[in-house]
């Protein structure tokens, strides 16, 4: 299909449209800095960050779309992955029905996109999740290019783009007055036919101007990037450092949070706990959990094969770079910088990589 183009007012009506039967949500800035982010920031010297995050909030009738320069901080694993989930009812011993609402996110990048064909592997292959399932199936993603890439971003260095190039219903990149559209997908193309009043073909000059963004901000990452590209394959690298030792320096800011594994959207570590629900009767639930706590290790009697920070830094790195590949044939990082932004010791992901050269 011809790419076509929809108005900003447009757009937004098509979206009002669509909240009438789907929940839809939107990226939305709010102010939450954390308090350790200040304090890290005073203990490096390095002057505070000033805006306000972005997160995800469901269309209201005074709220309107806007597309964002960046991936909005909240990854979008939460729709699918929620970070805790009840799964089972006691005393039934039966599982609960999946169910998840019909609904649409707008503004995903590319990053988000890659990071769910993690999800997809993991929730959907073998073994499968009708949670996960059942909530990839009734999700609509309308994507969105990315013009202004922040500096932790790193999605060409992995071979993706900075715009949404598979894995969408409908995509949007920002032009004078609207947005370019692309269908990617039947249920785009669908939602497309049934709202076709709202769009017009667009011209050789709106397309132009969406390529010219394009190749800016693709531009900009490798521009910022070019010191972290590595000769041989990460896969590679990161099975060459066999020893803790060689981990010593990356881990050595680390302070167990977590944030890094939470905000990352592919990492899908999670543990079941049992919690009582009243009247004699309990509910199993699927929670987040992070490889990088200790816990997490600990096997009957109390023992741990990762008992030091350092072994579980390190296996972080080799699931993403090395088991993932040999499991499924693919990185399990999309580069959306998520986890340097967030970490309060300053570890960048890629830096780490890079020092594996020659080691």
């Known amino acids: 299909m011809d790419l076509q183009f929809i108005a900003a007012a447009n757009l937004n009506s098509l979206l009002a449209g669509l909240a009438s039967s789907l929940e839809v949500f939107i990226p939305s800035a709010v102010a939450n800095r954390l308090a350790w982010q200040s304090a890290a920031d005073e203990v490096s010297g390095k002057p505070p960050a000033t805006g306000l995050k972005t997160s995800w909030q469901r269309l209201a009738p005074d709220k309107f779309y806007q597309t964002t320069a960046v991936r909005v901080d ?9 970070a805790q989930e009840g799964v ?3 005393p039934a011993a039966k599982p609960l029905e999946p169910g998840a609402p019909k609904r649409a996110i707008v503004g995903a ?3 988000d996109l890659a990071a769910l064909k993690s999800y997809d592997a993991v929730f959907g292959g073998d073994v499968k999740d009708d949670f996960y399932l ?3 199936q009734n999700t609509l993603l309308i994507a969105a290019d990315c013009p202004e890439p922040a500096e932790t971003c790193w999605c060409t260095v992995l071979g993706g783009k900075p715009w949404p190039h598979e894995g969408f219903d409908l995509a949007l990149a920002a032009v004078e007055g609207g947005y370019v559209v692309e269908v990617g997908s039947e249920p785009g193309k669908a939602l497309f036919e049934k709202s076709r009043g709202f769009f017009t073909p667009a011209t ?3 397309v132009q101007q969406r390529e010219a963004a394009r190749r800016g901000a693709e531009s900009k990452l490798k521009d910022a990037n070019a010191g972290y590209q590595v000769k041989e394959s990460r896969q590679k690298l990161v099975k060459r450092q066999d020893r803790a030792g060689q981990w010593a320096e990356g881990v050595s800011t680390c302070v167990e949070c977590g944030a890094c594994l939470f905000a990352c959207p592919t990492c899908h570590c999670f543990l079941l706990h049992d919690y009582p629900a009243g009247q ?3 509910t199993r639930a699927k929670a987040w959990d992070a490889c990088i706590y200790g816990g997490y290790h600990l096997m009957a009697g109390g023992g741990s094969p990762r008992a030091d920070l350092v072994k579980r830094f390190r296996n972080r790195w080799l699931h993403k770079f090395d ?7 693919l990185e399990a990082c999309s580069g959306c910088g998520r986890c340097i932004s967030g970490c309060p ?5 890629r830096k780490v990589i890079k020092s594996m050269e020659g080691g």
């Open 74 to 82: 909240h990854p979008v694993k939460g729709f699918f992955f929620p």
């Open 88 to 90: 089972g009812a006691y």
């Open 109 to 111: 990048k590319g990053c």
């Open 134 to 136: 059942t909530k990839r």
């Open 204 to 206: 050789g000059a709106q």
């Open 280 to 282: 004699g009767t309990a």
């Open 323 to 329: 088991y993932f590949v040999d499991s499924f044939g």
């Open 345 to 349: 010791g300053k570890i960048d992901l």
